[in-house]
């Protein structure tokens, strides 16, 4: 896969800059990812979500990696347990100042136990 750029701000503007440097229509790529044009109008101007699936598609048509659609930037997937997934979704739910609490409490922790 190649390097992209981190410069284009939402996911509607990165599928837009990936087809448009392909030369692709968005009739093309409608028919290809099985959905109406309108609906890929909807998404490139960030008016309609890309689903996972959709995503997943643009991924392999391109050679890009999903998380750069996603966010814009690569991120480095790690292997993780069930139990540490299980941990980082509880986190995902909670409201910023109850991750910053948790964040605050592990690496009081750590530092202790290190110490």
Sequence with gaps: ?????????????RI???RKGKNI???E??????????TLTRIEKNN??????????ISSIFDVPKNWIRHGKEIIQMDVSLEENEI??????LKETEQQF???????????KCM
């Design 102 to 112: 948790i964040f605050d409490f592990i690496r009081n922790y750590v530092k202790t």
């Design 1 to 13: 896969m190649k390097k992209m750029p981190e410069n284009i701000p939402t996911v509607g503007d």
């Design 48 to 57: 309609d979500k890309a689903s996972d699936r959709i995503i997943e598609e």
């Design 88 to 93: 980082l979704e509880i986190i995902r739910n």
């Design 29 to 38: 790529l409608a028919t290809e990812l099985g959905i109406a044009r309108p």
């Design 25 to 27: 229509t968005q009739v």
């Design 16 to 18: 837009r800059f990936l």
